[in-house]
């Protein structure tokens, strides 16, 4: 139990050092993802960046990264790239 405890303690810390958020993609491709999160990396200043995370099923898909650059992706994802949602999700870190 004590390694437990302290696997939880440095992830905690991991995610306390950089402060990061996830948001869910739905409708778009993921080729087309690839490329909101290019855009979104490129407008959050290029050091903030953004990635697909998690491939949930076709058309949706979780994106994580910076801050700014998930905001970005919020911001974004319907008016420029035609996805049908976007959900920024509650994450710790």
Avoid: H
């Avoid at 696997?7 to 905690?12: D, Y």
């Avoid at 739905?26 to 490329?35: N, R, T």
Wanted: charged letters at 20%; hydrophobic letters at 45%.
């Amino acid at each position: 139990l004590k390694l437990v405890k302290l696997r939880g303690e440095s992830m905690q810390a991991a995610a306390n050092a950089t402060p990061s958020g996830m948001a869910s993609i739905i409708g778009l491709s993921s080729d087309k993802v690839q490329e909101l999160c290019a855009r979104a990396t490129e407008l959050a200043g290029g050091t903030e960046k953004v990635q697909i995370a998690n491939y949930l099923c076709t058309g949706n898909y979780a994106v994580s990264g910076s801050i700014p650059a998930i905001d970005k992706v919020a911001e974004i994802a319907k008016p420029e790239f035609k996805a049908r949602m976007v959900v920024k999700l509650a994450v710790a870190g």
